[in-house]
C-alpha cells in the first residue's frame, strides 16, 4: 500500500534519518509497519535533535530464500536544491526503503505580513499535497493546523481513495477555538466534500456524522506494564513551615535540577521512596495555554499551609523563564525542579513516584500525560477541556477543576484528608488506563487500513 502523510508536525534531519516529535512517530510508526511505502509532506526544520525527538521506521514484509523476515529499514538520502524560504535549502529526501519526505515552508496567518507570505508559499504546498495524495493509495492527513487545513481542501478532489483524519485537538463544538479549526472540523464532518473518509476524534460526541469515529491513543505497550504499589497520602498532615527569606543573593539554578540526575537508574531528587514529601509532577510544554506557572503556584500555596511538597517539571517553553524567576523570588528552587524536556523513561519514573499530576491546560484533544499518570496510579487533577471528564470517569478517577487556585488547593486537601478515596481513584485510573495500550491501539489502526 502507498500511503500519503499530510501533517504539519515539524520535522528534522540528523544523521542521515528524519526526526520528528517523538509521541507523532511512535504513533506513525504504528501505522507504517502495514505500508510498503510512504510519502510524507510536512515542514522541515533546520534545527538540532531535541531528547524529545524520534525517527520514522518501514517495516517491511521481505520474502527471502530463508522465508518472510521483518526489516527495518534505514536511510539513505538523495539531497535535492529546493529552496523554500530565501537561502534555506532543504532535501527532498528520497529514501531507497520506500519512505520519500516532501519538505514544505511552514506558514502562519498571524499578522498582515506573515499573512502575504503565506499567500506566496500556498499554491506550491497545496501543488505538493495535491502530488502525493493522487500518488498514495490510502490518504492520512494530521488536523487541526495550517497544513492540515489545505489537505482538508485538497483531500475533496479525491473522493475515491480511502482516507483517515486524525484530529488530535479538541472536538467539543461548543468550545472557543481558532476560525481555521472550526473550518477544519466543518469540512472533515461534511459527508459532500469528505466521501471515503474516517475521521478520528477523541471523545463520544453526540449529533456526529458517519464520517466521525471516536478514538483513542496509546504512549504505553502491554510489556511495560508493572504492578504499582497505590501510593498513601496518609500523614501528609500539617506541619510548622519553615521561614526561609527571600535574599536575592542567593539566587542561584538549583531549580534546573542540574545536580538532580533522572537518568537511567538515577531517582528524582532526593524522594527515593516516601519519604514524607507529597510529590507533584507536570508534564507538557512550558506555554500560555497549558499554564504550568499555576501548578508551581499550587505548590507554593501548599508550602505556605505547611505541607511538605515537591514539584518536578517536564517539559520546555517561553514560560520557563517566567516560571523560574516565580521559583526564585518565592524560595522555592529546593522544592520546584525545572528538568526541561526528558526521556520517556525518566519522565515514567517520576510518573511511578508521583502523589499528583497537577496539569491544567486550556486546550487538549486526547491529554496523553492525563492517561500517563493514571497508568502509573498517580492522580490528575486537571481541566474541563474536551474529553478529558469521560477519561477521569466523571470524577472517579481524578479530579476536574478550574483555573482557580483555592480550588485546585481545596481538591490536594480533600484527598490528603481522605487516603481511602485518594486510593480508590488511583487504582480506578490504572484500570482504566491500561485498557489503552500500544497494542491495543495497534489493532484499532489495522481495521482502518
Known amino acids: 500500500m502507498k500511503f500519503a502523510i499530510i501533517t504539519h ?40 535533535r531535541s531528547e524529545i525527538d524520534s525517527s520514522y521506521q518501514l517495516k517491511r514484509q521481505i520474502f527471502n530464500q530463508l522465508g518472510n523476515d521483518n526489516i527495518v529499514c534505514h536511510p539513505q538520502l538523495d539531497w535535492g536544491s529546493h529552496e523554500l524560504e530565501n537561502e534555506y535549502k532543504i532535501p527532498d529526501q528520497v529514501r531507497n526503503d520506500g519512505i520519500k519526505l516532501i519538505g514544505i515552508p511552514s506558514f502562519d496567518i498571524t499578522s498582515l505580513n506573515n499573512s502575504m507570505n503565506a499567500l506566496l508559499k500556498i499554491p506550491k504546498i497545496c501543488y505538493k499535497i495535491y502530488q502525493a495524495m493522487q500518488w498514495a493509495d490510502h490518504i492520512h492527513l494530521r488536523c487541526p493546523g495550517n497544513i492540515g487545513l489545505l489537505g482538508c481542501f485538497v483531500q475533496i478532489l479525491f473522493p475515491k481513495k480511502p482516507k483517515t483524519v486524525k484530529y488530535a485537538g479538541n472536538w467539543d463544538r461548543t468550545s472557543k477555538q481558532p476560525r481555521s479549526y472550526r473550518l477544519q472540523k466543518w469540512i472533515l464532518s461534511n459527508t459532500f466534500f469528505t466521501r471515503n473518509c474516517k475521521v478520528l476524534v477523541y471523545g463520544e460526541w453526540v449529533n456526529q456524522s458517519k464520517n466521525i469515529v471516536p478514538f483513542f491513543t496509546a504512549s504505553y505497550s502491554e510489556k511495560e506494564f508493572k504492578a504499582v504499589e497505590i501510593r498513601s497520602v496518609l500523614g501528609f498532615k500539617k506541619q510548622i513551615p519553615n521561614q526561609v527569606e527571600n535574599d536575592e543573593s542567593e539566587r542561584h539554578s538549583a531549580l534546573d535540577a542540574e545536580s538532580h540526575e533522572l537518568d537511567n537508574d ?64 518565592n524560595s522555592l528552587e529546593e522544592i520546584v525542579f525545572l528538568h526541561g524536556n526528558s526521556t520517556k523513561e525518566v519522565v515514567k519514573k517520576a510518573y511511578q513516584q508521583a502523589h499528583f499530576l497537577v496539569f491544567i491546560s486550556k486546550s487538549e484533544g486526547w491529554p496523553k500525560v492525563v492517561a500517563e499518570a493514571m497508568f502509573w496510579g498517580c492522580v490528575p487533577i486537571t481541566s474541563n477541556v474536551s474529553c478529558v471528564p469521560e477519561m477521569l470517569g466523571n470524577g472517579s478517577r481524578g479530579t476536574i477543576v478550574t483555573a482557580n487556585l483555592d480550588e485546585i488547593v481545596n481538591a490536594v486537601e480533600n484527598y490528603v484528608n481522605n487516603d481511602s478515596l485518594y486510593a480508590h481513584h488511583a487504582q480506578n485510573g490504572m484500570d482504566w488506563s491500561t485498557l489503552y495500550t500500544l497494542e491495543k491501539f495497534e489493532e484499532e489502526i489495522k481495521k482502518l487500513l
Open 9 to 48: 508536525a515539524e520535522h528534522k534531519l540528523h544523521e542521515n534519518e528524519i526526526f520528528a516529535y517523538e509521541p507523532y512517530i511512535k504513533e506513525m510508526n504504528l501505522w507504517l509497519k502495514h505500508i510498503d511505502e510512504v510519502q510524507i509532506v510536512a515542514p522541515v526544520s533546520k534545527g538540532k
Open 266 to 329: 538515577k531517582q528524582i531528587p532526593n524522594q527515593a521512596e516516601n519519604d514524607g514529601i507529597l510529590k507533584f509532577i507536570y508534564v507538557g510544554g512550558l506555554t500560555p495555554g497549558k499554564q504550568p506557572l499555576l501548578s508551581v503556584q499550587v505548590i507554593h500555596k501548599l508550602k505556605k499551609k505547611g505541607y511538605n511538597v515537591q514539584l518536578d517539571m517536564f517539559g520546555d517553553g517561553v514560560e520557563r523563564t517566567k516560571i523560574s524567576d516565580y521559583v526564585l523570588d
